[in-house]
């Protein structure tokens, strides 16, 4: 344990220094990165040098009790109990620290929600999912923006893509990303046959210009008149922006605010977190070494929970939990299912701590 902390209080004052150096400013993007994990540090360097404080206390204790002054010795017998109580209770709090720390917990976070398999059903339990997040968010007290809202011809949505802001939006909801499956009886169903639909939910960290650097020779750019809803002003001015990303091939589109401007920093919002995601999925496959948690955020294609409204139970297939309190949880009451992803990821990375 001490080996590691020495480790850690010398990657602290290294990242110090490297800060003050005459030029640290000139690249700013480095300089705020190095900021950010000195920043992120604080905590654990505080907590690793009371560690060591009363480490080497215990140690100087324990040799006086191994020596042969008698006094000294009925004078530590008692200050070495308490003392192995304080460093055991300051070991756990380390080892909690120690986890490594998912640098984009903090972000705000690009959600986007689409209709699965299961036609207007899918659509239809699409646009439930979607309330749901706004209402989680709401009770967080997140500011929200509609980035894209494609809605379908026989109610709900085919698409959604909404920004969260707000402290640890990212970190909250990272484990929302998946199949999310829905079983119940469509409203068209006369002979009351359950059905299954799914739709699939992507969150994503937003990116920040320091995070991504978009050259714009590699945009492809395209302007044309919106459809849908929004009256007569979509179809009278080319207000919707189609972003092509040249070297990945991945393509935005953006079309709810009747400014060409205002959609064009909208779709390159999202472009620039997709184009995120995709680098730090990159990053982690190069890591031979990283741990397997029990909690994938990466697999989309993998079903991670069902709503079964019959029965009133949504269970998340991660983590075995199963809750019989749906219509709360599509009201945004997703604290206890956050809670306890949350809960299971940490245990797995103490593990490997």
Same mark, same amino acid.
């Given at each position: ?17 490297? !800060? ?46 191994? %020596?042969?002054?008698? *006094? ?29 720390? #998912?640098? #984009? ?11 699965? /398999? %299961?036609?207007? *059903?899918?659509?239809?339990?699409? %646009? ?7 209402? @989680? ?6 500011? !929200?923006?509609? !980035? ?6 026989? %109610? ?13 939006? @990212? ?34 960290? $937003? ?8 050259? $714009?020779?590699?945009?492809?750019? #395209? /302007? ?12 009278? =001015? ?26 064009? #920093? ?10 995120? *995601? ?43 939990? =199963? ?15 956050? *809670? ?14």
């Amino acid at each position: 344990m001490i080996d590691k902390l020495q480790t850690v209080l010398a990657r602290y004052d290294e990242l110090a220094e490297l !800060m003050n150096l005459p030029d640290a400013m000139q690249d700013m993007k480095a300089f705020t990165k190095l900021a950010r994990e000195h920043r992120s540090l604080t905590e654990l360097v505080d907590e690793s040098k009371k560690y060591i404080i009363t480490f080497n206390q215990l140690k100087d204790d324990e040799e006086i009790l191994n %020596g042969d002054d008698p *006094e000294l010795k009925e004078l530590v017998k008692d200050e070495i109990g308490e003392l192995r109580n304080i460093l055991g209770l300051q070991e756990e709090k380390l080892k909690n620290l120690l986890i490594p720390n #998912d640098p #984009d917990d903090d972000k705000n976070t690009i959600l986007e929600v689409r209709s699965g /398999t %299961g036609g207007d *059903e899918a659509a239809l339990f699409a %646009g439930n999912l979607y309330r749901m997040y706004l209402r @989680y968010a709401e009770r967080q007290g997140w500011k !929200m923006e509609v !980035m894209s809202l494609n809605e379908n011809e026989g %109610g709900g949505i085919k698409e959604a893509v909404i920004s969260l802001i707000g402290e640890g939006a @990212y970190g909250l909801l990272k484990f929302e990303s998946g199949v999310h499956r829905v079983q119940r009886i469509p409203e068209t169903e006369s002979s009351g046959r359950v059905h299954t639909s799914a739709a699939t939910v992507a969150v994503l960290p $937003e990116a920040e210009d320091v995070d991504i650097e978009i050259n $714009e020779s590699d945009l492809k750019i #395209d /302007t044309y008149r919106a459809s849908g809803a929004g009256g007569q002003h979509v179809n009278k =001015t080319e207000s919707a922006i189609r972003i092509t990303h040249n070297p990945t091939g991945l393509v935005v589109i953006c079309q709810d605010e009747t400014s060409q401007h205002k959609n064009r #920093d909208k779709a390159l919002k999202v472009l620039r977190s997709r184009l995120y *995601e995709v680098e730090m999925e990159k990053q982690n496959k190069e890591r031979a070494s990283a741990r397997k948690s029990m909690v994938s955020t990466g697999d989309r294609s993998a079903k991670i929970r069902t709503y079964n409204f019959p029965q009133g139970r949504v269970t998340d297939h991660r983590i075995n939990l =199963t809750l019989y309190k749906l219509n709360e949880i599509m009201d945004g009451d997703l604290t206890e299912v956050i *809670e306890a992803l949350k809960l299971e990821d940490q245990k797995a990375a103490m593990e490997a701590v």
